[in-house]
C-alpha cells in the first residue's frame, strides 16, 4: 500500500511539473497536437500507479520523452511559419460580409445549427451584421461585427478618457503581497495606516486593491 501512495505521488508531482512546462493555455485553447500529448501523458500517468510490478521507471521515460516531443514541436512552430500551417493549420473565414461560406462549412464539417449557436454566443442573431467570422486554429469562433452594428466606444464620440490600468492586489486572505506594493509606488507603513483608519490589521483582510486613480478597495473577512 505504502509502495502505490509513493509512486502515485511521484507520478503526480511529475506530471504536474510536465504540464506546467508545456504552458499555460487551457483545454480548450490547445492545438490538436498538444491535446494528443496531454491525453497520452494522462494515460501513460496511470500505467505505472495500476502495475505496481513494472518498474517506475518504464512510465515515466514515455513521458519525458513526449514531453520532448512536444517541447520540440512547439519550439519548430514558434520559428516556422511553414511549420506552423502545416501542424496547426489556418485561420478559416465562415462568413464575410454578411455571407456564409457553405464550402468552408462543409470542409471544417461544421454544420449550420453550430455556426449559428457560436454566433449567438458571441452576441451575433443575423448573420447579415457579421462583417468577418473566422473559425481559429484551435476551432473557437471569433466575430467581427460590421461598423455600423458595433457597440460605440469613446473613441468613436471623440471623449477623451483617463488611463485604467490593472488594480494591484495588496492583501489577499490575510497576506500582504509586498511586491505589488512597492510596484505602486507605496510602502508597509502607507498600508498599516489606511488599515488603522478602518481599525483593521492585515490578517482581518480578506482582501484588498488599489487602483491606479489611487482608490483604495479593502474587503474585511466575514466577522471582522
Known amino acids: ?19 506546467r512546462i508545456m504552458g499555460k493555455r487551457q483545454l480548450g485553447q490547445l492545438q490538436p497536437f498538444e491535446l494528443v500529448i496531454t ?27 513526449l514531453t520532448l516531443a512536444q517541447l520540440t ?25 454578411g455571407k456564409i461560406n457553405q464550402r468552408e462549412l462543409a470542409r471544417l464539417r461544421l454544420n449550420l445549427n453550430d455556426l449559428l449557436e457560436q454566433l ?23 466575430v467581427i461585427p460590421k461598423s455600423q452594428k458595433r457597440p460605440v466606444t469613446p473613441a468613436d464620440l471623440k471623449i477623451a478618457t483617463d488611463y485604467e490600468g490593472i488594480p494591484f492586489t495588496l492583501i489577499m486572505d490575510g497576506h500582504i503581497h509586498h511586491q505589488n506594493l512597492s510596484r505602486a509606488n507605496k510602502d508597509i507603513q502607507w498600508l498599516e495606516d489606511e488599515l488603522k483608519k478602518r481599525k483593521l490589521q492585515a490578517r482581518d483582510v480578506f ?7 489611487g482608490n483604495l478597495d479593502i474587503q474585511p473577512k466575514e466577522g471582522k
Not at 40 to 65: C, K, Q, T, Y
Open 39 to 65: 491525453l497520452m501523458i494522462a494515460e501513460l500517468g496511470s500505467i505505472p500507479m495500476e502495475n505496481v510490478g513494472r518498474p517506475l521507471i518504464d512510465g515515466l521515460i514515455p513521458i519525458f520523452v
Open 1 to 19: 500500500m505504502l509502495n502505490v501512495f509513493i509512486r502515485s505521488l511521484i507520478i503526480y508531482v511529475i506530471v504536474v511539473v510536465v504540464m
Open 120 to 142: 449567438r454566443a458571441n452576441g451575433i442573431t443575423n448573420v447579415s451584421d457579421v462583417e468577418f467570422a473566422i473559425i481559429e486554429t484551435v476551432g473557437k469562433l471569433n
Open 73 to 97: 514541436l512547439s519550439y519548430l512552430t514558434l520559428k516556422s511559419e511553414r511549420i506552423r500551417a502545416f501542424i496547426c493549420g489556418s485561420p478559416s473565414i465562415v462568413i464575410q460580409n
Open 207 to 213: 482582501f484588498a486593491s488599489l487602483d491606479t486613480q
